[in-house]
């Protein structure tokens, strides 16, 4: 499942195209079609299937390499989907000198599907409701590296970085930030997802502090980051 290389779905619930990968479009193909890529990522699986597990969404998501700009949350023949560009993730975590940088891309595309923006598609979706969902997203982003073991600044990581500057399309980067930490705090504190993930980013404490009297909740394992095995 996860060597396969997706082309541009013919027929498609409808295809949430992620704002982040907006901003990347000349990373796209200009001709469009699939490209074969080898060796078969079976990194990309391994991280959905952890994300999965850390946060109980996700199992019946399926992955795929295609020429999209970064990552992309699709829905193809009601299947969800998030396919990615190999090179582009590898780009962004040679930028930002981590791997957490493109697993939170995916866990941000993740989201896209746990609260359902991808299926519902943004056809009449006012654009303010458009950036919430990208804050959203983000929330889940955030939540779900916290649960695997990334630290704030990986967590964050791939929001400092040039490909997600703020735009009429894209939420303010002090929002996005600041969304990611809320999940993020959630996450390491093993509270619930949040399902209206605005209210968490208003209302978000400090970090939970395990110690030997308070273990805190349980723990997932951890995910092993690696670079370079898109
Ligand atoms: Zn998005």
Redesign the pocket.
Known sequence: MDNRVYSRPLRVSFG?A????LLTAGATPANGRPRPEAPAPSYGAYVLGRLAEACGFGAGVQIGRAPVSVAE?IVIDDQETILYNARALERLDAETGTGWAAVSVIA??L??HYYGHAAAGVAGVAADDVLR??LD?DYFSGYALGRVGASLGDAQAAQRTSIAAESAWHPPSSERLRAIEAGWRDGLGGLPLAQVPSCRMESAGPAPAPSACDPGPPTVAPLAVQTGRW
């Open positions: 949430w992620c704002l982040i990968a949350a941000h595309e989201g896209h969902c990208e997203a």
